[in-house]
């Protein structure tokens, strides 16, 4: 088995995963978490990084999508609006609670 095949199978996995979720805020653990922004501070993407390496597997929120990459190969799976917007608003929380104990004094 390639690379290629290995990027798709962890791809899918992640993305059945996180729709098989109760709660995906709960479950989900990510290891970084970027913030894509404008000069003006608009965010257009929220990415939640869960392994890096091989395989790399990122969950863009905002696009509802896992996207994958091992070697040379790369993959891409959609996941429901519901899980994206769980995720979402669970990151919000963290990111305002990391700036209120943290940043802001």
Known sequence: MGSEDLIVDEV?????????MDDPSEELD???IKVEASIDGDIS????????????????????????????????ASIMDEDTETLLSHLAD????????????
């Open 94 to 105: 963290l990111h305002q609670s990391y700036w209120e104990n943290n940043v802001i004094q």
């Open 45 to 76: 993407e929220i990415i939640a990084v869960l392994t890096t390496g091989g395989p790399h597997i990122e969950v863009a929120l905002y696009a509802g999508r896992v996207d994958g990459w091992w070697g040379g190969d790369e993959h891409t």
């Open 30 to 32: 990510p290891f970084e």
């Open 12 to 20: 899918v996995a992640t993305a059945k995963r996180i729709e098989a």
